[in-house]
């Protein structure tokens, strides 16, 4: 069984059929999915999809594209949706320099980035992190916050991934891995540990060869499990098992409570 460990079920595009896709995913060998929220609002309906489903489970966190409007009153909000039972994370957080240019823009989303990796050390609950052309920045944070987590469709380095499994971090992987152009990640892979390893979709986007023009869902994270196979030489079956007791481990969940 598969743990999808970031996919944005609260997206408008799956409106229309929600709780059907929820409904298949363990008849389709998907046990778990973790839902990041990437604004205020977003991991309000996280928690709810959350609460809804015994299997699914949920992050709060204000993505980097979405700080403009936060305020200190926003990470006493986190910190309220935090202490539910279902939240097992403080994310999507992060830097984005690929979409976001502006200079004044980077300043403020490295202000709201560290006062979100803080909440984090203050709860104790690990990280996802958006990293986007940002890869020494986002590093240093959170070795300078002392938090744990997870880089979440990671791309940076070899050289990289291991230094953060050196402070205790994940690297999680989506179909990106079967494009063409995915050496850098292949060569991540190659390197990292299976302890710390996890998979995702994040859905509804970056859909897997050849399905790129489709919405994507949990019900592909099949095709990054079988990429890491290739490249581990395992079987398919045994990197379910270890990315899901990764992922476990990481955010302190049961697998085997429903």
């Given amino acids: 069984m598969f743990f ?3 996919a944005h079920l609260d997206d408008v595009r799956f409106d229309a059929d929600r709780e059907e896709l929820i409904s298949s995913l363990p008849a389709t ?3 778990h999915v973790l839902v990041p929220g990437s604004s205020l609002e977003s991991s309000r309906n996280a928690m709810k999809i959350a609460c809804e489903h015994s ?3 949920f992050a709060a966190g204000v993505h980097p594209g979405e700080i403009g409007t936060m305020t200190d009153k926003t990470i006493d909000d986190l910190a309220d949706l935090a202490e539910q039972e279902k939240c097992v994370a403080i994310g999507e957080i992060g830097l984005d320099f690929y979409w976001y240019k502006d200079l004044i823009e980077r300043d403020t989303q490295r202000y709201w980035f560290y006062q979100q990796l803080y ?6 609950l690990p990280v ?3 990293d986007r052309e940002a890869h020494k920045e986002c590093f240093d944070a959170v070795n300078k916050s002392g938090v744990r987590g997870v880089f979440h469709c990671y791309s940076s380095s070899a050289e990289m991934a291991m230094e953060l499994v050196k402070i205790g971090f994940y690297c999680s992987f989506t179909g990106v891995v ?3 152009g995915a050496r850098k990640s292949i060569l991540a892979i190659e390197k990292l540990p299976m302890e710390r390893i996890l998979i995702e979709t994040d859905s509804p986007y970056l859909a897997p060869v050849p399905h790129q023009k489709d919405r994507n869902d949990p019900r592909n994270v099949r095709s990054v499990a079988e990429v890491i196979a290739r490249v581990k030489n395992l079987s398919v079956e045994e990197v379910a098992r270890i990315t899901s007791e990764n992922a476990a481990c990481l955010f302190k969940i049961n697998l085997l409570q429903k």
Avoid: K
Wanted: proline content about 0%; hydrophobic content about 35%.
């Fill in 4 to 6: 999808d460990t970031h």
């Fill in 29 to 31: 060998g998907i046990s």
């Fill in 55 to 57: 299997n699914i489970y």
């Fill in 119 to 124: 909440l984090a050390r203050e709860l104790n």
């Fill in 128 to 130: 996802i992190v958006h």
């Fill in 178 to 180: 079967t494009y063409q």
